[in-house]
């Protein structure tokens, strides 16, 4: 006989965080048509290394203008990619990153098309784009969650992971998979995949804002009933 243990509590603590959050930020809901295709948001992943979101955006929204197809600017040199990739923090990574990742979809799919992953278990597609090129789980999860797959998988950044880090969720030295692995299994079963997404970019507003990489403001942050490091200061 197995016996029943009962919820974990820090699924219980995520509840109270996404309330606190939401009654000091508002709601930050994603709409449906600013959901871009999956081969978009791995692009601006691949891409986005160390820059800010309004860049890739426009980065990956050029180089789709531009060559009309990522297949054709999977041919384009590195040189000619890192010229048009200059809004980046690191552009010459980022264009052999990006065209290694491309001719690695076209190697094995004929081509840029991952419409196939839509018929794998979310686990399963994560592990396959984890696979390709410069793509490691915060890519995956988001090409999961905040494209038109809209499955259930937390995006995970540098914020996010710092926060749930010093609240004492995840372990202090955890990266970027294992707080991942450990945010799963305790996410309140009733959230969707929107308020997976919600909650992310709340998340990311409160390491913007207080919880800051250098050191906390723990005065005043919605999460600090909540969490270890704001208990401590108080």
Not at 13 to 26: D, E, I, K, P, Y
Not at 118 to 136: D, F, K, Q, R
Not at 146 to 160: E, L, P, Q
Not at 202 to 223: F, I, N
Request: with cysteine; proline share 5%; net charge positive.
């Amino acid at each position: 006989m197995q016996l029943d243990l009962g919820s974990d509590p820090r699924t219980e603590t995520l509840r109270r965080l996404q309330a606190g959050l939401t009654a000091s930020f508002g709601r930050i809901i994603r709409p449906d048509n600013k959901r871009r295709d999956p081969v978009w948001v791995l692009v601006h992943g691949v891409i986005g290394a160390q820059t800010k979101t309004a860049a890739s955006n426009a980065s990956t929204d050029a180089l789709l203008a531009e060559y009309r197809s990522w297949e054709a600017a999977a041919k384009v040199d590195e040189a000619e990619l890192e010229a048009r990739l200059q809004r980046q923090t690191f552009p010459s990574v980022a264009a052999k990153r990006l065209k290694q990742c491309l001719n690695a979809i076209i190697e094995e799919r004929g081509s840029v098309d991952l419409r196939h992953l839509s018929n794998l278990p979310t686990e399963e597609a994560m592990a396959w784009l984890e696979t390709l090129p410069g793509v490691a789980r915060k890519n995956s999860a988001g090409v999961m969650n905040a494209s038109t797959f809209n499955r259930k998988a937390m995006v995970i950044d540098g914020h996010h992971r710092r926060i749930m880090q010093r609240m004492g969720i995840v372990p202090a030295k955890a990266d970027t998979a294992r707080t991942y692995d450990a945010l799963m299994p305790i996410v309140p079963p009733e959230w969707s995949a929107e308020d997976m997404d919600e909650h992310h970019l709340l998340l990311k507003k409160l390491g913007q804002t207080h919880c800051r990489p250098r050191k906390a403001a723990c005065d005043g942050c919605p999460a600090r009933d909540n969490c270890d490091t704001g208990r401590a200061q108080a």
